[in-house]
């Protein structure tokens, strides 16, 4: 089959052939014709199959239909990098549709986001914080809303955002196309599913077996040996891009530095970077000025780079799901690609689920010129957070009737002094109050 197929309009078509598209793959093959009817559709699959075109096409093909100049299609993405990989696809499928996409994301100025949305744009693709900001202060119509996406549904649900789409869906038309893709379905994904679909077709492709072209390996070694046992296998391994998975964002950071130490050209992905840093690692990456990134589940969320040879498991993930879903960013292509995983006692448990769930045995391999005997320092050095440090007692001025005294303010930042003829709660409400009417946009929000 090819894309000609499906006969979609000419501007989009002339896209896919821009963009160098032939043949569908099987989730845009089963998506595709589904999106088009007009159907809602709850699509299981991991990154890597084009899922993207598969909802991108046709609603590029429906919007050259209709009206121009205000929101007609919502798409909701966990995290800013899959946002910007979305917004990017759009703008590449349908650059002679003349379709304008706008990405609506935290930790940058809200301003050009309200600009480019005053403008008109038929597209919205958006993290649920900052898209809930622009609702409550007006700066975005949903009203006329056709077609939802919800992408990567259970990441969302990782990442405590359900609540925030239960509050977005209250804004947006009742009558509308959804599509909801989930690399995984726990429960609470389901019910979300049974919410917002209606009479849905469910098109399901590669969400129990990663790719063929990845060979699987595990490395027994005890925790404290873990960053020393890595280094011996970049050392002794023939890599080209590699992408290291930690458990949380501070060991990311720190595996990050050891590795530039050692003499690495490396970076670490996680949420507490700021936009700018987060897109220079990412393109770093894909340009080659970083042969090493360590980055979380979650901050790991849109990385779309075909030539990662080694996905290297250094904390081991929570599910087996987690587990596919790290190691299908390698060996795609038609190239092949290796999985490491370094496994301590306490993962037994995990790696059996995963090896039932694969249908195999992982290899276990030990190095030969690796010394596994060194014992266990007293203390963790390599991740300990430094111990915080009591912040500073700062002194403010209070006036009085005979003049002006220094107090010491119980923290940074806070005043003791509140307006003549106010109890202090009284100054207290009125300054929650006020603060509740000012715009969100200024406000520091958990990073997308």
Avoid: W
């Avoid at 063929?212 to 050392?235: D, F, G, M, R």
């Avoid at 990134?293 to 040879?309: E, F, H, K, M, Y």
């Avoid at 390599?382 to 001025?397: C, D, G, I, M, V």
């Avoid at 005979?402 to 002094?417: D, L, M, N, V, Y």
């Amino acid at each position: 089959m090819e894309f000609k197929e499906f006969n979609l309009n000419q501007n989009v078509e002339a896209g896919i052939t821009a963009a160098g598209y032939v043949t569908p793959t099987p989730i845009q093959e089963q998506a595709i014709p589904a999106v088009m009817q007009g159907r809602d559709v709850m699509g299981l699959a991991q990154t890597g199959t084009g899922k993207t075109a598969a909802f991108a096409l046709p609603i590029l093909h429906r919007l050259m239909q209709g009206g121009h100049g205000h929101v007609r299609a919502l798409i909701i993405a966990p995290t800013r990098e899959l946002a910007e990989q979305i917004h990017t696809a759009i703008g590449e499928l349908g650059r002679q549709t003349r379709l304008k996409s706008v990405t609506v994301y935290g930790g940058v100025s809200a301003n050009p986001q309200i600009e480019k949305l005053k403008r008109g744009v038929e597209i919205v693709v958006a993290c649920p914080g900052r898209l809930l900001d622009h609702i409550n202060q007006g700066t975005i119509n949903l009203s006329r809303v056709e077609v939802l996406v919800l992408d990567e549904a259970d990441q969302m649900f990782d990442m405590g955002f359900l609540p925030d789409i239960r509050r977005i869906l209250g804004h947006l038309p009742k009558k509308r196309q959804t599509l909801l893709f989930s690399a995984t379905m726990p429960g609470e994904i389901r019910r979300l599913a049974h919410e917002v679909l209606t009479d849905p077709i469910t098109v399901q492709v590669g969400t129990t077996a990663p790719a063929v072209t990845v060979s699987h390996a595990i490395y027994p070694v005890a925790e404290h040996l873990k960053t020393s046992l890595l280094l011996a296998l970049l050392h002794h391994t023939d890599t080209e891009s590699v992408l290291v998975f930690t458990r949380t964002k501070h060991r990311a950071k720190r595996l990050g530095e050891q590795l530039t130490k050692a003499g690495y050209k490396a970076a670490s992905l996680q949420g507490n970077l700021s936009q700018n840093r987060r897109q220079e690692a990412m393109n770093g990456f894909r340009d080659g000025t970083f042969q090493i990134l360590v980055a979380t589940d979650i901050a790991a969320r849109g990385i779309d780079v075909s030539q990662i040879s080694h996905v290297i498991n250094y904390d081991i993930p929570n599910t087996p799901e987690a587990y596919i879903h790290r190691i299908g960013r390698t060996g795609r292509a038609a190239r092949s690609g290796d999985a490491f995983t370094l496994v301590t006692g306490e993962d037994t448990v995990m790696v059996r689920t995963i090896e039932r769930v694969l249908g195999s045995q992982l290899e276990r391999r030990t190095l030969p010129e690796f010394n596994y005997s060194v014992a266990a320092p007293h203390k963790d050095a390599e991740f300990a957070r430094p111990p915080r440090q009591p912040a500073p007692r700062r002194k403010t001025a209070v006036t009085h009737k005979g003049g002006t005294q220094e107090r010491a303010s119980a923290r940074p930042g806070t005043t003791t002094a509140h307006a003549p003829g106010r109890t202090r709660q009284q100054s207290g409400q009125a300054a929650h109050a006020a603060s509740t009417t000012q715009p969100r946009f200024n406000r520091p929000r958990r990073a997308q």
